[in-house]
């Protein structure tokens, strides 16, 4: 073998493997923001519709609205799609306040036009009123 036949291929083989390592830990990354508005939404959702059941308050709205109110404390007020379910649902005969939220996920890429939508539902049987 020539000497000097792989001078210049650590550089190379650098940019090529630390280009690959940059793009899995970003993609990690967004992965873990992915999950934590997910699960930041899934909680709100589930605490406005225990709010909107409690017999002192018995108004499913009032349970979106408290929604609302902590998914913009926690992510910020473009993610608050809190609403109620129009359905009604009922459990064995008991009425459930059902809350609906929705947002669309952040992307690290800001070139990308728009990230996917999640959505999830949070669920409470209403308490009787005195």
């Not at 793009?23 to 909107?52: E, P, S, T």
Request: charged residues 10%; proline residues 8%.
């Amino acid at each position: 073998m020539p000497a000097g036949g792989e001078r210049g291929s650590a550089p190379v083989d650098f940019v090529l493997v630390g280009s690959l390592v940059s793009l899995l830990f970003l993609a990690l990354v967004q992965l873990g923001i992915d999950y934590h508005v997910r699960n930041v939404l899934a909680a709100c959702a589930a605490d406005g519709a225990r709010y909107g059941a409690n017999a002192d308050i018995a108004d499913p709205a009032a349970g979106a609205a408290r929604a609302n109110d902590e998914i913009t404390q926690a992510l910020g007020s473009s993610y608050a799609h809190a609403a109620v379910s129009p359905q009604v649902a009922t459990d064995d005969g008991a009425p459930v306040v059902t809350i609906l939220a929705s947002a669309r996920l952040p992307l690290i890429a800001w070139f990308l036009p728009h990230g996917p939508t999640v959505h999830v539902t949070g669920h409470a049987i209403a308490e009787p009123t005195p």
